[in-house]
């Protein structure tokens, strides 16, 4: 899209505001960036940013800066509630999200995925499968590299693949995916809505703009309004009808049909299967061929963070779960184990309690060790079925889950809410898990 002759603002200098800036300015505008947190940190990617041609403003000059702009752009990371975003709007300032403005640019279809869980291994399995069916593309958005880092080269994909946030969604106008994925929902970020049905309305603007030529692929326990897309349906749910669904044993079925089995991937639990499920069909909405996309499936390994295996020490097993990040995450980790648990959980208050975990708890884990702002409000939800240990850091929570564990038993660090109590992300969280884990000693056994 051109932009020549506009004056754009560019709201956060994060990796995405940094990356709308540049395709900002390869598209004939002309670029203020302003920043109003800790310059300090920013400023290598605002010198590289000046000498392409924008003007940088950060820290406090940030709020205090008065211009006529064409239009502002909003970073992901921003809340549009917070000063420096709202002044813009006060003045009249059409407000555009980063994914609206990277779409407006995007030269190839869009493949877009939501949820409340299983967005990251949705998004990433959805391009890699695309990618050995001949079908090029690149996962983008949420996922961690910037839709306006793809756009800008878009006319050499067939699918940009983007992950996206009920937050992106909220700043979206134009935006029309060809495939809106929606994975599943609970409950979660209520910090930032007044209520379920908000996030809801949120999430629901992924479909707001297709039409019958575009696709809904979407869980089928999901009660969701009339869309105009065609609709294709998933679920691992027994006795729910849908287009995908999990037969016998762990063979994931295609209107009756086997495609493949659970346990030639390396993906594990029902909702895995429901994300290689969603995966699938994103392909074949695109012209994929199934066969084609079977050995990706076979091939993709989950990303970190999420049900990963850390270690085993003294017949104990580690998993990090760093990534959930809400109640339904924590409640899938957990019915995914086999075997006796110490469940690590707990860290910022979002909002929500830990109250409707309670039964799931108790039948699935022996003892619970709890962290972050969290823990105690959680002991007192969960002590009627588990008993609780809260404890003041994540290295003090290692060590008590590990004087609690028994051979056999499985140590699993699923939070079940965000990290920002402790932590500056989920990956530092789960890093600082992992790290934790691997300066572990094994017992000396003698006889």
């Given at each position: 899209m051109d932009y020549t002759g506009k004056h754009a603002a560019v709201l956060g200098l994060g990796r995405s505001g940094a990356a709308a800036a540049r395709l900002l300015l390869e598209s004939g505008a002309s670029v203020t960036v302003l920043d109003s947190g800790d310059p300090a940190p920013r400023r290598e990617a605002a010198g590289q940013l000046s000498s392409r041609g924008a003007r940088v403003v950060l820290g406090d000059?940030?709020?205090?800066?008065?211009?006529?702009?064409?239009?502002?752009?909003?970073?992901?990371?921003?809340?549009?509630?917070?000063?420096?975003?709202?002044?813009?709007?006060?003045?009249?300032?059409?407000?555009?999200?980063?994914?609206?403005?990277?779409?407006?640019?995007?030269?190839?279809?869009?493949?877009?995925?939501?949820?409340?869980?299983?967005?990251?291994?949705?998004?990433?399995?959805?391009?890699?499968?695309?990618?050995a069916a001949g079908i090029t593309a690149e996962a983008c958005g949420n996922i961690g590299l910037p839709f306006s880092e793809v756009a800008a080269h878009s006319g050499s994909l067939d699918a940009a693949v983007v992950e996206i946030s009920s937050f992106q969604l909220e700043t979206t106008d134009t935006f029309r995916p060809r495939v809106a994925v929606w994975t599943n929902f609970s409950a979660n970020h209520l910090d930032r809505y007044p209520d379920v049905a908000s996030y809801r309305a949120a999430k629901l603007r992924i479909f707001d703009r297709q039409t019958a030529e575009d696709f809904a692929v979407v869980n089928a326990r999901l009660e969701l309004p009339a869309l105009r897309a065609q609709r294709v349906t998933f679920t691992a749910a027994p006795a729910v009808e849908a287009d995908f669904t999990l037969g016998e044993g762990d063979m994931i079925l295609h209107h009756g049909a086997p495609v493949i089995a659970m346990s030639e991937t390396r993906l594990r639990g029902p909702h895995n299967a429901e994300n290689l499920m969603a995966a699938l069909a994103a392909g074949l909405c695109l012209g994929a061929d199934l066969q084609k996309m079977l050995p990706a499936a076979r091939a993709y390994a989950p990303p970190p963070h999420r049900c990963e295996f850390v270690g085993e020490v003294d017949g104990v097993t580690y998993i990090n779960d760093s990534k959930s990040t809400n109640l339904d995450a924590l409640a899938q980790a957990l019915q995914g184990q086999s075997g006796g648990v110490v469940l690590i959980a707990g860290g910022k208050n979002k909002g929500f309690d830990f109250a409707p975990l309670t039964d799931l708890v108790g039948a699935r884990a022996h003892d619970a060790v709890l962290i972050g702002e969290l823990r105690g409000s959680i002991a007192r939800e969960w002590s009627g079925s588990v008993p609780c240990h809260p404890v003041d850091s994540l290295g003090?929570?290692?060590?008590?889950?590990?004087?609690?564990?028994?051979?056999?038993?499985?140590?699993?660090?699923?939070?079940?809410?965000?990290?920002?109590?402790?932590?500056?992300?989920?990956?530092?969280?789960?890093?600082?898990?992992?790290?934790?884990?691997?300066?572990?000693?094994?017992?000396?056994?003698?006889?």
């Open positions: 000059d940030a709020l205090r800066c008065v211009q006529d702009f064409d239009f502002a752009v909003l970073s992901p990371g921003i809340d549009p509630v917070v000063p420096l975003a709202r002044r813009p709007v006060e003045s009249g300032v059409p407000l555009l999200g980063e994914i609206e403005l990277a779409f407006r640019s995007c030269r190839c279809p869009v493949v877009a995925i939501t949820g409340t869980n299983g967005k990251t291994t949705t998004t990433g399995l959805t391009a890699e499968l695309l990618n003090a929570a290692l060590d008590q889950a590990r004087s609690l564990a028994r051979p056999g038993d499985t140590v699993l660090f699923s939070p079940g809410t965000s990290s920002f109590d402790m932590f500056r992300s989920y990956e530092e969280r789960g890093d600082t898990f992992k790290q934790l884990v691997r300066q572990i000693q094994p017992t000396n056994h003698t006889s």
